[in-house]
């Protein structure tokens, strides 16, 4: 099993659970986050002060698979969230070694 971790734009969130739907994913985790990378954020001028925004608003998706899937769910995610401008984000691939279903017991792939 592997967990794939998104750091995608927000507006393209919608995209990105379309084309995980339609690979047959049933579940995934979203959460609202901050950062930057190479973007290194930006200036705004507010009430005539100039101010740099260190840390850009972000979406992090997460999605656990079977190992046969990983290669799709990467594929879907990256054609999904692309738009070919910087800040669109990237794609973890981390080895998960246990899952368990709390309300059944279910273990492994069973559990996801």
Same mark, same amino acid.
């Given at each position: 099993m592997q967990k794939v971790e998104a750091i995608i734009k927000p507006f393209k969130l919608d995209e990105v659970k379309e084309a995980l739907n339609g690979i047959g994913i049933q579940g995934i @985790?979203?959460?609202?986050?901050?950062g930057f990378g190479r973007q290194k954020g930006?200036?705004?001028l507010y009430r005539g002060a100039e101010y740099v925004v260190d840390?850009?608003?972000?979406i992090k998706v997460e999605v656990v698979v079977g190992d046969?899937? @990983?290669s799709k769910v990467l594929d879907a995610i990256q054609e999904a969230a692309n738009t070919g401008r910087i800040g669109d984000g990237k794609i973890f691939v981390i080895p998960v070694g246990e899952a368990?279903?709390?309300?059944?017991?279910?273990?492994?792939e069973d559990a996801i």
């Open positions: @985790t979203v959460s609202e986050v901050k930006h200036t705004e840390f850009l608003p972000k046969d899937l @990983t368990v279903r709390i309300r059944t017991g279910d273990t492994g």
